[in-house]
Every structure is written in C-alpha cells, then in structure tokens.
C-alpha cells in the first residue's frame, strides 16, 4: 500500500486555478484496471483508488500517512512559467523582443 502526496496541476481545458491549493493523498493502484466482458467499461477491485484525502500543507498529509502507517512519496509542484501581463504588452512600443513579422 503505496500512496502519493502531490499538488494537483491547473487544469488545461479551464483558464481558473480552482483545486490546485490543496495538497492530494492517493493510493498507488495495487491492480490493473481490467475490461468487463459484457460491457467493455474498466473497472478494479481495488477499492482504495477511489480515495483521495485533501489537505492544506504537504506537512499534514506527510502526518497523517505517517501516523496511519501508509508508505508515501511526495511530489513538489512545478513553478509556473511567467506569463504577459495583458494582451497589450504585446503591442508596446518598448517591447524587449522584436517581432517576428
């Protein structure tokens, strides 16, 4: 029983950084998801894949895996990349790169 504390990433399909504070315990999967003969779907009998405990530091989930003997490995989060401060910096006449047409 394996579990991972990481910092979930922003989601790409979304512009908004909702979800992405909290600190995420999940267990390793223990066995492979496997197709069901009538119908196709995936599933596993491994039930623990379905938990994912949420917490506000690192610090407090590497407690809580420790206190309740679960082996665990963290994840530090990426640091984002700077973005363009608005679309008409883009345009300014003091622009340190050239344009490219």
């Given at each position: 029983m394996r579990a991972r504390i990481y910092k979930p990433a922003k989601n790409?399909?979304?512009q908004g950084k909702a979800r992405t504070k909290?600190?995420?315990l999940e267990y390793e999967p223990?066995?492979?998801k496997v197709p069901d003969p009538l119908?196709?779907?995936t599933s596993s009998h491994d039930m623990r894949q379905q938990v994912a405990l949420?917490?506000?530091t690192s610090e407090?989930?590497?407690a809580y895996a420790a206190q309740h003997g679960i082996d665990f490995q963290v994840f530090e989060?990426?640091?984002?990349?700077p973005r363009p401060k608005s679309y008409s910096d883009n345009f300014r006449f003091d622009r340190k790169q050239p344009w490219s047409h």
């Open positions: 790409s399909m979304q909290l600190w995420l223990e066995s492979p119908m196709g779907w949420e917490f506000d407090e989930a590497v989060p990426h640091a984002p990349k």
